[in-house]
């Protein structure tokens, strides 16, 4: 990867009207062997990046201490002695630094970015499950994938985070793929990520447009539900083939704004949809549907419950079809698509429970699991097991809440990334609105243990949220913990 001086770095942004003023004359000529915002991360050659409204300027000290031959910011730290690249938006800077850094990997890669309230997670894999059993045929790596639930480039193969990582990471791991000699990379685009520019410099092969519904309203996210769509709807200024779903809420919106790119598709269950599902229908455990489109009139089968997954797989169905992956390869990859903690399901030994572990967090997600878990299992009652995350997309609390009781004969209340706010203020403002009887048990091993022992009849007991995460945030900090998975699976004795 050939590396970059001083001065190009100071060109680049100037060229993109954000630099302020370089201080660095003496070492202009100076070759950059490092990127990054985390002082620790910091070696001889780095060129460290000041970001966040959390940044404190020991993090600076640390980072020049360490070796960072230049730091760019908003700010100019008089108190530093180490020279300086000044810039107007620190966010809008960073996707120009990372792809000089990293040679443009993203041009490199075949790309597909995921957006929407519900669904990214599971479309994403659906999309990679395709395309690695057609890269199998050919003795081909399998893709990249980079989601709310784990990151693979070809180098790294982790528990994520974030949905979207902040851009220099992003194009690691773009790089990392590359490298790696890696031709498809699936990721899930944030709401965040787009607002906030970690995708800036990116251009899509194919995006996807899946739905919208209220999220993510909070102060430290979207203040109003027109920012949070407008956020959404960027993904269309940076890709070349936007595939738009035709069942989403406010279609006609999103499909004036998919006029930037250079070629919409729609996809979905409305006649008329360029790829359009039908005779949709449950077949003992699997789910069965035809899809017709230019290239055929075929038949699909999922394994996964929850007849709402159709929609996802019609989205991957309709960005395969855009890469030529032949049929064969879709209704392989789709037959065997999994992903972890979403739709999971485990079953008592007398058969009296089961248990769906899924990552369903917000309104109109809660409702498309209710919703289909009635009709699909109408002779059993239904349990939950779930909770809110602290200080943030508030209105959750009371959607969550009255969706639940209008379905469940009891639900449990327990953490969820409770961060800075009590798990029992959380708890309590969510069951205010519930209708039904409810139970506050911080612990969620516990709460899953006790809504799984006290089952007495034919049960469905969805345990939502957190799926396959191994993590909890109290605080500002991560704490370790089993999945629900995990959970489930040791409450149920299996």
């Known amino acids: 990867m050939k590396k970059y001086t001083l001065e190009s770095y100071a060109r680049r942004l100037r060229e993109a009207h954000l630099l302020v003023k370089g201080q ?14 985390n002082s620790k991360d910091v070696t001889p050659g780095t060129l460290f990046i000041c970001k966040g409204a959390s940044f404190r300027e020991e993090y600076l000290v640390d980072a020049i201490q360490r070796g960072a031959v230049c730091y760019v910011s ?6 530093v002695d180490a020279p300086a690249i000044l810039v107007s938006d620190i966010r809008r800077s960073m996707p120009y630094l990372a792809d000089l850094y990293f040679g443009a990997p993203a041009t490199q890669l075949h790309l597909t970015g995921v957006t929407g309230t519900k669904g990214k997670s599971t479309t994403t894999y659906y999309l990679k499950s395709i395309l690695d059993d057609y890269l199998n045929s050919r003795n081909e790596p399998e893709s990249a994938v980079i989601s709310s639930i784990d990151t693979y480039d070809g180098v790294i193969r982790k528990e994520s985070r974030l949905t979207t990582p902040e851009s220099v990471e992003l194009m690691r791991h773009f790089r990392n793929a590359v490298d790696s000699h890696i031709d498809f990379l699936t990721m899930e685009v944030s709401s965040q990520a787009l607002k906030y520019n970690r995708v800036d410099e990116i251009t899509f092969d194919v995006g996807i447009f899946m739905n919208i519904s209220e999220d993510h309203i909070s102060p430290i996210e979207h203040p109003t539900m027109e920012d949070y769509f407008a956020s959404k709807l960027r993904l269309f200024s940076q890709t070349r083939t936007a595939l738009v779903c035709s069942d989403t809420d406010r279609f006609e919106d999103v499909m004036e704004a998919a006029g930037e790119s250079d070629r919409v598709i729609t996809f979905g269950t409305r006649e008329g949809s360029d790829v359009y599902g039908y005779e949709i229908r449950k077949v003992g455990t699997e789910t069965h549907f035809r899809v017709r489109c230019d290239r055929f009139d075929e038949e699909f089968i999922l394994t996964v419950p929850g007849l709402f997954n159709v929609q996802n797989a019609l989205a991957a169905i309709a960005a395969a079809n855009i ?3 032949p049929v064969e390869y879709i209704r392989s990859g789709l037959y065997r698509a999994r992903s972890k903690g979403r739709m999971e399901s485990f079953t008592s030994e007398d058969g009296k429970i089961i248990a769906i572990v899924d990552y369903a967090h917000n309104k109109l997600s809660f409702e498309t699991l209710f919703s289909s878990m009635k009709e699909e299992y109408p002779d059993r009652s239904i349990v939950a097991v779930f909770g809110c995350p602290g200080k943030k997309a508030l209105v959750r609390r009371k959607d969550l809440g009255t969706i639940a009781g209008q379905y469940c004969k009891k639900v449990y209340l327990c953490a969820e990334d409770p961060g800075e706010e009590p798990v029992e203020e959380i708890s309590r403002d969510i069951a205010q609105y519930i209708t039904c ?12 243990r006790a809504a799984i022992a006290a089952a007495e009849e034919p049960t469905l007991i969805l345990i939502t949220g957190k ?12 704490v370790d913990c089993k999945s629900d998975i995990e959970l489930t699976k040791e409450a149920l004795g299996l």
Do not use: C, W
């Open 24 to 37: 660095f004359p003496e070492i202009k000529d100076t070759i950059i062997t490092g990127l990054t915002f």
């Open 323 to 325: 890469y030529g992956i």
């Open 437 to 448: 009887p409810v139970e506050m048990i911080e612990d969620r091993g516990e709460a899953i």
């Open 74 to 79: 908003e700010t100019l730290y008089h108190s």
């Open 467 to 478: 799926g396959d995460e191994t993590r909890q945030k109290y605080g500002n900090v991560y």
